[in-house]
């Protein structure tokens, strides 16, 4: 269907919102009823009530990583026994904060993949592995860094 009418693949994403509740905290809510909160740690000035969001994003990362190779393993009839994704990065709080010239985004994410089959040779399962991290939107999404741009709406 979507190779015929390529325009029909294509649609605005629902907006996710985080609005303040106090300190740090924010409820960030989606217009299907979605709902999680966020908090930095106490060393940034947060309570630590919730994750912080650049947990957030590596949890994002993981789970559609994760998502897109088991999409990927049953399309090419392979019955995954285990599948285990984890993302880690370093991060530097002077960015953060506004010191030194530095960058507040994430650095050296890793993306670490175990993943175990029954009926799949190691090439393949690392075939599906590299194609779900190709067509993650997640993971996309982060290698290409689409422009983002900020509107101020003042109340």
Avoid: Y
Wanted: glycine content about 10%.
């Amino acid at each position: 269907m979507f190779a015929e009418q390529p325009t029909k693949a294509r649609s605005k994403n629902p907006p996710a919102t985080a609005t303040l509740d106090g300190g740090l905290k924010f409820t960030v809510t989606g217009s299907h009823g979605e709902r999680l909160s966020t908090d930095m740690p106490p060393a940034v000035g947060g309570a630590g009530s919730a994750p912080n969001p650049g947990w957030l994003l590596r949890a994002s990362l993981a789970s559609c990583t994760a998502t897109v190779i088991a999409m990927r393993a049953a399309q090419v009839g392979v019955s995954l026994t285990s599948l285990e994704v984890s993302v880690t990065s370093e991060s530097d709080t002077r960015g953060l904060i506004g010191a030194d010239n530095v960058s507040a985004g994430l650095a050296g994410l890793r993306t670490h993949v175990k993943i175990g089959a029954e009926d799949a040779t190691p090439d393949q399962l690392q075939e599906i592995v590299r194609w779900g991290d190709a067509h993650s939107p997640v993971s996309c999404t982060i290698r290409d860094a689409p422009a983002n741009t900020v509107e101020i709406e003042i109340v």
